[in-house]
């Protein structure tokens, strides 16, 4: 994975303790588009249980405004929007800690490689390259699934993306 431009790296700092400041945490940072259609995403979420309000997003976005409003030069390229929302339910995963802000529920991943290659020796399992299943354990360097009594360990450098599945339950009858 290539590593953002300074000024990028600078804006997610910003935009971190910004969030901060409101009660929030930054979950991750966009910059997608070209020209006039160019967007600057911010996704905030709670450090403990809890939902982002719509007050939260207008805070944080107000706070990050006027920090860029007052240095223009902070990001290159002239005009762009700004939008500031939740990750969502089956929201992406890409830091470790997103990964184990999730585990004992289900996630999807997709990997680089298939499993063999990353020690996997079960029939059912050395070929793919996806899982969708509940998140055993995630550490510094890569996640584990147990299924049926097989381990399935894949390090951080092998997922090419992964989200968390969000599932809808069924109510109870009486």
Known sequence: ?????AWMTKIE???????????????DVEFVGM????????FIDKNEEGAISIDDCTN???????VLDADEELIP???????????????HLKQPWHFQKVV?????????????TMGVEDKKWKNAKTVEEVLTSADDQGVRFVVKDVE???????????????????????
């Open 1 to 5: 994975m290539s590593q953002p431009p």
């Open 13 to 27: 700092k910003i935009a971190s303790d910004v969030a901060t400041a409101q009660g929030c945490l930054l979950y």
């Open 35 to 42: 020209g006039k259609g160019r967007t600057l995403r911010l």
């Open 60 to 66: 944080v976005s107000r706070g990050l405004s006027e």
């Open 77 to 91: 390229g002239g005009e762009y929007s700004l939008e500031v929302s939740t990750p969502g339910l089956d929201r």
């Open 104 to 116: 004992g529920k289900k996630v999807y991943i997709k990997t680089l490689k298939p499993l063999e």
């Open 152 to 174: 399935i360990k894949i390090p951080y450098a092998m997922i090419d993306r992964a989200k968390l599945v969000f599932e809808f339950t069924k109510g109870q009858k009486k």
